[in-house]
């Protein structure tokens, strides 16, 4: 599958959570959670968890890490309990649970400017998510992320999304 392709399938994925999760703030949009994935595994929906460093531990599409599961309230799947042993995991690898995720983890910061804007240009966007989720929420002002390849995918990713949408969507 093409880039583009994958990011399509992921939008279209994250449109339907958009209707099942309609009430919630969409400050994270489609496209952005779409590069977000294609950023951290190319939306590989069957990437488990990984453990690439002696105290890193990441899973699902999203590779999200439990303390950024704790930060965005312990979302669940459906007939789990965040204290049961296993619900983690169960999420961040279920694609819409992670999704659900990346959402309450991004609303928490970007309601405060002065945190969201990892960047300093001014604006909490998409671009300011991507560092949030590759360094947290509390350390994203880290001008060295442009240099990693979770950035260097996302920016690649943002940038197709950005020109190729518009027109294949209206
Ligand atoms: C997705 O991740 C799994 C588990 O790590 C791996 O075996 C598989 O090759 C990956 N698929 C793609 C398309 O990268
Ligand atoms: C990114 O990497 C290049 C080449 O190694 C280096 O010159 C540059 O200072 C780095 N940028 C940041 C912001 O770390």
Request: net charge positive; proline share 4%.
């Amino acid at each position: 599958m093409s880039l583009l392709q994958r990011v399509l399938v992921s939008v279209s994925a994250a449109f339907i959570l958009f209707v099942l999760y309609a009430n919630a703030d969409a400050e994270v949009d489609d496209k952005c959670l779409g590069c977000l994935c294609e950023a951290a595994t190319q939306c590989n929906t069957t990437a488990l968890c990984q453990k690439p460093t002696r105290n890193g531990y990441f899973c699902g599409p999203f590779q999200i890490s439990w303390a950024y599961w704790v930060d965005a309230g312990k979302p669940v799947i459906l007939h789990d309990r965040p204290e049961k042993k296993g619900a983690f995991e169960n999420c961040a690898n279920d694609k819409i649970c992670a999704a659900k995720v990346v959402r309450q983890y991004m609303k928490n910061f970007a309601k405060e400017p002065e945190k969201g804007d990892c960047n300093g240009d001014g604006k909490v966007d998409c671009i300011d998510f991507a560092y949030m989720h590759r360094l947290g929420g509390y350390s994203c002002k880290d001008p060295s992320m442009i240099n990693t390849t979770f950035y260097q995918r996302f920016h690649s990713c943002w940038q197709v999304v950005q020109a190729a949408l518009p027109k294949n969507l209206s």
